[in-house]
């Protein structure tokens, strides 16, 4: 089996399917990139047994053969090549040669049949999604989701398709996020749970593509195909927890204000605040907010008004500094809004601006005890 193929599209590649393989595999194939020729078209996979990723390069070659070359090996190579065509020609001794224009680097390969195989879907249910969308749903969710294996349903993204649109969410108990989208609608009703890893490599590499994408999904199993890759990837087991009951729906008191400057006072506050409960506190009286921060053990304290738009009762509640930062940070709004009903409630944080059509965020951030 031979074939040639540009040096920097070949990385390219294989640099978006290098993030598939794990730092330590149980089966040593996984060290593996399975290249899988015929003709024309060489499909380069990457697997962890969870999640498996192909993309399909167009080469000059009239041949056919599968072979599986060591991941860290070609990619460490590759990454030092300037632009220009490599040759690969599988030898009779168990090796791979690579030839370049100044040179030639054999590696040894293992057999293609070795890699597990990726997973058919059985009669799966299709929905069609742009790039772009899918990669902002990911990106405004995915720092809520949890990271407690005990609770493993937490650790993912929830993907909730229907006729009326489709909705992402995501919490850790601490906070939750749900992102739904309007515009786009399913053809039947669909519930289930993305795990982190493959959702990452999706938003890295969908960021720039608002290209359609395609989403079969079952009971265990989701497939994307895009362009001219395709992502399977099993899914999480288990009943997402009902977040909706979680959502306070009456909330008198509504605070408004400018997202920037917000943000930078409670970064700033919360320097002082203690180092393991990260508590800050927001004093909210007329149109003032206050916000106030205070380490005891190392008499650090801060404090900050800020003008804003509020109606409803003076309060005070506590927050979670690093929680408020995250979500503030995910937000693209010049103003936010925040609903609160009583300090032992949970607050909703949503953007008043800078939404598309059909879009919706909706943060839900549990307040912390204050010691007054």
Known sequence: MKFIVSSTYLLKQLQVLGGVINNSNTLPILDNFLFELKESKL????????????????????QDGSIALPARLLLDTLKTFPEQPLTFVVEDNNTVEISSNHGKYAL???????????????????????????????????????????????????FQFSTEGLTFVATDAHKLVKYTREDIKADQVAEFIMPKKP????????????????IEYNDSNAKFTFENSVLV????????????????????????????????????????????????RLKIAGSELNISAEDIDYSNKAEERLTCDYQGDDMQIG??????????????????????????????????????????????????????
């Open 199 to 214: 959702l990452n490599l999706l938003k890295g590499i969908l960021a720039t593509n608002d290209d359609a994408l395609t």
């Open 108 to 158: 040894a390969y293992a057999d293609g049949n070795e890699f597990p195989k990726a997973i058919e879907l059985d009669n799966p249910s299709t929905t069609t999604i742009a790039g772009d969308i899918l990669a902002t749903a990911i990106s405004k969710t995915i720092f809520a989701a949890g990271n407690d294996d005990l609770r493993p349903v937490m650790s993912g993204v929830f």
């Open 233 to 280: 990837c099993r899914l999480i087991d288990g009943k997402y927890p009902n977040y909706e009951a979680v959502i306070p729906k009456e909330n008198p008191n509504m605070l408004t204000i400018d997202r920037t400057q917000f943000l930078n006072s409670v970064r700033r506050v919360s320097i002082f605040s203690n180092k393991t409960t990260h508590q800050i």
């Open 43 to 62: 499909t380069v996979s990457a697997s962890d047994l969870e999640t498996t990723m192909s993309s399909t390069l167009d080469v000059e070659s009239d």
């Open 319 to 372: 927050f979670n500094s690093r929680f408020l930062t995250e979500m503030l940070n995910n937000l693209n709004a010049d103003q936010v809004q925040l609903e609160m009903s009583l300090p032992n409630r949970a607050g909703i944080l949503t953007p008043v601006d800078g939404l598309d059509e059909g879009e919706q965020v909706t943060m839900l951030v549990m307040p912390v005890m204050l010691n007054n």
